[in-house]
């Protein structure tokens, strides 16, 4: 600003100028941004412009009293003071630079400046001043303070060092940065040959004509070149050099900057290596994806999108989309793309491109350089979308309740409906509006299983399907008698999403076997009476078995001991006619006693509690073939046991099994040169585990198979194979006791197979 005093004081004193009416210099006074002040000779203020009574908030009158030193802060009250006294005493003009508060109580920093206005005999007259703002300039000037010292210290994070080569001697100096970045020692002074060294030799040429150029014509120069440090570290620099002259123009030196830029190389180099395995995973997304600028070109395509779009990406890339695909102009895809560059939001969308009679997904990103658009083929997604609707029409069709609701949450009243269709509105009552939203609790009343509602909480914890009968209450509270089949849906990656319900009303069956039972309940009591008479009755045949058993050890122990005594003792007197009916004697024994035993397991059998666990069916086999080898260990035997054999069932009962087959196989086979016996499992037509042991041995005739499991039945002559008859049947007495079944297959002379299942409460598996 520019401006003039005159003195008028002949005309009006200073403050009712200044103060009168709406002048001309009042007004300007008022429009400028300082504030602006005026006192007396005598210390009193008689004026302050309109910029003050915002700025301090104070009244005219409060102003003219206290003036603006009253809010001057009160560090910064002593050298005002003392710098105005100065003033005072000397009528010079002074300036000042302190904190004043502002209405709000905030301190912000003025520039005060004072001059002193004299009148025509040369005395002073007034003082006029103003109050500049200046805080934005003092953080500014403290901002700046601070980024030099940032500067001095990135120095040295960034790794950057100065130089200098005075001429016309070329001495060369090196910042303590420089040295850092060199591996020597700050304060270093090499020669201009030796900074030269630290390139690699087949640069120091290039590098050496950079810098005589620029000594001789002033040319500036930067490179990025390799060096070795004095560590023999490799190290890559940014250089720059440039000249400076004198008033004459002559080139006194040169001077410039190493920067170490390895870390950007490496990082340029991991960037680059960042950038290739995006591409290669943008190559390989099953979507499709492009990228344009700004111009609306091609600057990238994924395989993806080449074979969608049915272009190749040699003939896109440069080129304009609206020019490449005509038929985006003017359809939904266009007002998208545009409406995306313009608001710089994400835009999502479905549209059907009609030339590849094709419906797309879109996703739309703003990006700094134009687009990236992410799409796919939804064509049969939306047909099948279009099915759901129409089986959604069917279901609402049926006679048969369904019921669809949340996959969770598992509360005690269970997951929310989310549909119901509208055989569900007639059975109950309720609308699809009353029923969605809520749980199937709304259904619930006093008759309602609570057991059975447990058990079907159950089995959704474990994401298993569930079937019920279950009774349920209308909207006007009548009974409903309700066959539920409940099951999981999953989506494709294979999450479960919701779980759907289908529900028929069996009320009326029900009824009619409540009825039944009813009818049947005195026949109940009657096969209540016979299974207690059979029980007995079993009782006291397995009463009598022990009894026979244990009464026939006896005398046959006797018969056993007197003829071991009598081969003893009368060995000599004993032609060989009566040594071979004294073995008879014994085979007949030990025969018998074999019978016993087989009596007793059977008996036993039939009154043992069942237990339920694992079996390793494969270490029992095992252990059962390791038997076997101990004892004829010169048999050539090849057994194969398949691994992970595992049902569930009584581990001592199937462990008899599997004693009395494999048994079996060992001695039917005795007679071939090499025994093959192999025990294992497969699933049948029904999906039922089936375990079988084979074997190579005599075999049997299939005509005679059912007699292969009864008491005492055997198909081959004790002379030709020992045994008592009661293997198998204490096989199938097991077996039928697990809910399974056994059977056998084979021919003669050709080995024989015997198979046997678990039932379904026995959870077999493998």
Known sequence: MSGSVQGITDRKPPAEALCAGDTPLRLLADAIPQIVWMMRADGRYTYFNQRWFDYGGLSLEESLDRGWSG???PEDGPRVAELWAQALKSGESCEVECRLRRADGVYRWMLGRAVVQYDAAGLTAHWLGTLTDIDDLKQAAALLEKNLAINRIAGRVAHLGGWTIELPDRTLTWSDENCLIHDVAPGYQPTLEEGISYFLPEHRPIVSRYVQDCVEHGTPYEFVLPKLTAKGRRI???SIGEAVRDATGKITRIQGAFQDISEQKEAEAR???LEAQLITTLENITAGFFLIDKDWKFTFLN???EHMLKRRREDLLGHTLWQEFPAFVGTRIEREYRLTVKAQRTSGFEAFYPPLQTWFDFHVYPTEAGLAVYFQDITQRRAEQAQLRLLETAVSRLNDMVVITEAEAFSDAGPRIVFVNDAFERHTGYSREEAVGH???LLWGPKTQQ???DRIRAAMKKWQAVRAEIVVYTKAGQELWLETEI?????????FTHWVAVERDITERRQQQEEILSLNGELEERVLLRTAQLAAANKEMESFAYSVSHDLRSPLNTIHGFSQLLAKVEAENISDKGKHYLDRIGVGVKQMGELIEGLLTLAHLSREQIKSELVDLSAVARRIE??????????????????GLCARGDPRLLSAVLQNLLANAWKFTSRQPLTRIEVGCELDADGDTVFFVKDNGVGFDMAFSHKLFGTFERLHSPGDFAGTGIGLATVKRVIDRHGGRVWAEGKLNEGAMFCFTLGQSSESAT
């Open 439 to 441: 749980t199937s609790a």
């Open 451 to 453: 057991a059975e509602l």
């Open 303 to 305: 395989g993806q999108a």
């Open 626 to 643: 390791q038997e076997h080898r101990e004892r004829e260990p010169q048999r050539q035997a090849q057994v194969r046991i398949q691994e």
């Open 487 to 495: 099951a999981p849906i999953a989506d494709e990656s294979g999450r």
């Open 236 to 238: 890559w620099v940014r």
């Open 71 to 73: 809010l001057v802060h």
């Open 271 to 273: 960037t680059l290596a």
